[in-house]
């Protein structure tokens, strides 16, 4: 291989580097994103159970 081919290499692998780093932030985002999801239609179906049991009062 010769200094160019090197460099060119040598770029690609810190490209695929950063590619890699930012995916893992955004799979960490969506992520917390879906957690906080599932916490809110718990929460929605809490006050569901709720006020069907009411309503058979």
Do not use: A, P, S, W
């Not at 160019?4 to 590619?19: A, C, D, S, Y």
């Not at 879906?34 to 569901?48: A, D, V």
Request: no cysteine; glycine share 4%.
């Amino acid at each position: 291989m010769d200094i160019k081919t090197v460099g060119h290499f040598q770029q690609t692998l810190l490209q695929q580097r950063n590619v890699r780093e930012e995916n893992e932030k955004v799979i960490r985002y969506n992520e917390k994103e879906l957690e906080e999801f599932l916490r809110t239609l718990e929460r929605i179906e809490t006050k569901l159970d709720v006020l069907l049991m009411q309503r058979g009062k």
